[in-house]
């Protein structure tokens, strides 16, 4: 089956910090991989996405590569800002592009 | 384009009652998808559909049911309330193997 392990939080870094939030998947077929923010009181937006391997998604200086041989796609900042503060959901669209699978998301907080 | 509009935005209720919610995809949007989130068990899917027709559910009670219009606007409908109900339900329309969120309807049940 399909499914999204991602670290636990909560992630507290000092602003200028380096950021890494690990994610695992298990999937069949040939998934889409997703990195979606949350931020206080409201729905989920789409960071960045990769559609197959070893594709680099990145926004706003946030990036993660689709990596197929250790099925990861962790997300990486080189220099976090207190506006990052959210909550991070990986997540996985199966290969039929019907469905997707989220990870139980990880709280950042970032203090100046 | 205007975003996923969700109505209401906050809603009480008591055990035992039912409640209808409303999401509005982006417009050309033809799939809809809704999600419960609540602190304990994280994002956890509902059901989706797509040109009114029910794709996919996921593991939850027949008490949770939805439907979709000709517009693609969607209503799930939860009946008999149980103060585990409590939570964000977000609804999603999806384009391009693309989701969209909107704002999420905050459930509570007392």
């Known amino acids: 089956g399909n499914s999204v392990t991602q670290m636990e939080g909560p992630v507290t870094l000092s602003e200028e910090a380096f950021l890494t939030i690990n994610c695992t998947y298990t999937?069949?077929?040939?998934?889409?991989l997703f990195w979606y923010v949350q931020y206080p009181g409201e729905g989920l937006q789409l960071l960045l996405k990769?559609?197959?391997?070893?594709d680099k998604g990145s926004n706003k200086g946030f990036e993660a590569t689709y990596r197929k041989e250790t099925t990861s796609f962790h997300l990486e900042k080189g220099s976090v800002q207190v506006s990052d503060s959210a909550v991070y959901f990986c997540?996985?669209?199966?290969?039929?592009?019907?469905?997707?699978?989220f990870g139980t998301g990880t709280s950042l907080t970032v203090i100046p | 384009k205007a975003g996923v509009t969700q109505t209401p935005r906050y809603l009480i209720k008591t055990r035992g009652q039912q409640v209808t919610l409303s999401c509005s995809p982006i417009s050309g949007h033809r799939s809809v998808s809704w999600y419960q989130q609540t602190p304990g068990q994280g994002l956890q899917f509902l059901f989706e559909?797509?040109?009114?027709?029910?794709?996919n559910k996921g593991n939850f009670p027949g008490r949770f049911s939805g439907r979709q219009f000709s517009n693609s606007r969607s209503e799930m409908n939860v009946s008999t309330l149980e103060l585990g109900d409590s939570a964000l339900y977000l609804c999603?329309?999806?384009?391009?193997?693309?989701?969209?969120f909107g704002p999420g309807t905050r459930l509570t049940v007392t």
């Open positions: 559909y797509f040109s009114e027709t029910q794709r």
């Open positions: 990769a559609t197959k391997a070893d």
């Open positions: 997540a996985l669209m199966n290969g039929s592009g019907n469905q997707f699978y």
């Open positions: 999603a329309s999806s384009h391009s193997y693309e989701q969209y």
């Open positions: 999937a069949t077929g040939y998934p889409s």
